[in-house]
């Protein structure tokens, strides 16, 4: 079974520029996660959807962050403009039980790394 | 305020020596626990879970956690150690209603010496 993919693994970009990253959650699985890893704030929960709907999105830092999921099997997080500071690895998982999520194993994506110079 | 707490930023073992990673979590509904492993360059994978029943549950690779209410611990256990357990491991809860979401540690590195 192919597990959460997530493109591109590695994003090099300068500072200003739009950045858009990708995730495809596994078949039949209804909930989607989008987190931010660094070293600093260690796993953040950046927004959440059940069914395509944004159910949580109080992680997310600012309006520069944006995230869709306009069908079941693609969500993207929007960074515009982007800055030094989001660097970070970004990680995608999806679970597949959106009613009672937090009591199915969360399946993550292999991230994003992203580096904003 | 929801929490969860890993005291141990990196711990380092000998190979085939036993290991136990802490986790303490503040939480105020029934929780959900939860254990990951990252490797390098990789995502999360999950351990293992605890939702009820008995408190030492077992995980893959050999893992088991045993949930301690009243101490609010839920901390990982392995008899013995392989090279290949070198990784961050991440303690999680959560809640069985929706709209909530996990809450993670920041995470134990552990590394392995032989």
């Known amino acids: 079974d192919a597990g959460v993919i997530q493109s591109p693994r590695h994003e090099v970009t300068e500072m200003g520029q739009e950045v858009t990253l990708r995730c495809k959650p596994i078949?039949?699985?209804?909930?989607l996660f989008w987190y931010r890893q660094t070293m600093m704030r260690g796993l953040e929960l950046l927004i959440y959807?059940?069914?395509?709907?944004?159910?949580?999105d109080s992680g997310m830092p600012e309006d520069r962050f944006s995230a869709k999921m306009p069908n079941a099997s693609f969500s993207t997080l929007k960074i515009q403009p982007s800055e030094p500071r989001d660097s970070a690895v970004y990680f995608c998982a999806s679970s597949p039980q959106g009613a009672t999520y937090s009591n199915q194993p969360q399946h993550f994506g292999d991230g994003t790394r992203l580096s904003i110079l | 305020a929801q929490s969860v707490t890993q005291p141990d930023i990196h711990i380092t073992v000998s190979e085939g020596a036993s290991l136990e990673l802490r986790c303490n979590y503040s939480?105020?509904?029934?929780?959900?626990l939860f254990w990951y492993v990252q490797s390098p360059g990789q995502g999360l994978q999950l351990l293992l879970k605890?939702?009820?029943?008995?408190?030492l549950v077992q995980g893959i690779k050999g893992f088991e956690a045993e949930f301690k209410r009243s101490q609010s611990s839920f901390n990982l256990r392995k008899p013995s150690v392989h090279w290949s357990d070198a990784a961050e491991y991440f303690c999680a809860v959560g809640a069985k209603q929706a709209g909530t979401a996990l809450i993670f540690g920041k995470g134990t590195t552990l590394s392995v010496s032989s």
């Open positions: 605890y939702f009820s029943g008995d408190t």
């Open positions: 959807f059940n069914n395509n709907v944004p159910i949580d």
């Open positions: 939480y105020g509904a029934t929780p959900y």
């Open positions: 078949s039949g699985h209804n909930s």
